[in-house]
């Protein structure tokens, strides 16, 4: 009996630890319950003017309220306890500062989704990692998360194209959901689970579908081609017929005989009188002896 029963109670509480935590198929609008220190979440919005003080002297109310650290430091302001919106609000045990006490009325929490799995239809685990296309048809998605007891995760998947592919939504911690994809195409899926009213809680994991991936063809671009450049000929045109001599340089120009008529006595070295005196007697003597 011993041998059978103790693996039993084994199985049981195996069973007990993997099962998942409580499914909520909406976020929440307030708190199932009242009694402090309420737990609420990081981004939640919600109505929280029923929970009771911790001195004992009725319900936070409708009034806007302002709750201080527990211990000291950080406070805010809720103007509206009906709509009460914790974005930004830093993670602690929070108390109202016109209540009698210092005890805690709220505990602010942080949410976070611990883990995001992805398998294909083969149920090989695909989380960023690659995989064939046709083996990405369905798709499984496994989270696991700390508020699953007042909000859902909405799951996204975005293709290679930047297009939503697929959607769905996991309920509870540990949740899986299989989600379908027509005709899968090479390329990085994205997969992003995200808080549908606690909306800080965000987490992403990818595959990737093996394959080439087709690219757009280059479209040839015909650059016109540019018009002759004439530059312009100095040179001026030679009629036909019979070739114009060469004109001859001034050092190739042949000198020009002196008229002895109109020669310029010059003065190099007294050569030029002396001829002319010479001339002169000589005709003077001629004469003379004409006469005679």
């Not at 009694?35 to 929970?51: D, F, G, H, K, Q």
């Not at 109202?96 to 989704?113: F, G, H, K, N």
């Amino acid at each position: 009996m011993r041998r059978t029963v103790i693996p039993l109670l084994v199985v049981l509480l195996v069973g007990v630890v993997t099962l998942p935590g409580a499914a909520v198929n909406d976020p929440r609008s307030e708190p199932a319950e009242t009694t402090p220190p309420v737990r609420v979440y990081v981004s939640e919005t919600l109505n929280i003017s029923a929970v009771e003080l911790s001195g004992g002297s009725g319900a936070i109310g409708t009034n806007a309220t302002t709750f201080r650290a527990v211990g000291g430091g950080a406070s805010f302001t809720i103007e509206s306890p009906a709509a009460a919106d914790f974005d930004g609000v830093e993670p602690g045990s929070y108390y109202v500062t016109t209540d009698s006490d210092v005890q805690a009325e709220l505990s602010v929490r942080r949410p976070e989704i611990d883990s995001l799995e992805l398998r294909d239809q083969q149920a090989v685990t695909v989380t960023n990692r690659s995989t064939d296309p046709e083996h990405l048809n369905r798709l499984s998605v496994r989270a696991r998360y700390n508020f699953d007891a007042v909000d859902r995760l909405n799951v996204t998947v975005v293709g290679p194209s930047g297009a939503t592919v697929a959607t769905g939504r996991i309920t509870g911690s540990r949740g899986l959901i299989r989600v379908e994809i027509s005709d899968p195409v090479p390329g990085v899926y994205t997969v992003t689970a995200a808080g549908s009213g606690v909306d800080a809680a965000s987490r992403t994991a990818t595959v990737r579908v093996r394959g080439t991936t087709a690219t757009p063809t280059a479209t040839a671009t015909t650059t016109p081609a540019s018009a002759p450049t004439t530059t312009a000929s100095t040179t001026t045109p030679t009629p036909t017929g019979t070739p114009l001599p060469a004109t001859p340089t001034r050092a190739e120009q042949p000198a020009t005989p002196t008229d002895p008529a109109t020669a310029t006595v010059g003065d190099g070295h007294g050569f030029g009188v002396l001829t002319v005196l010479a001339a002169a007697l000589a005709l003077t003597a001629m004469a003379l002896a004409r006469r005679h």
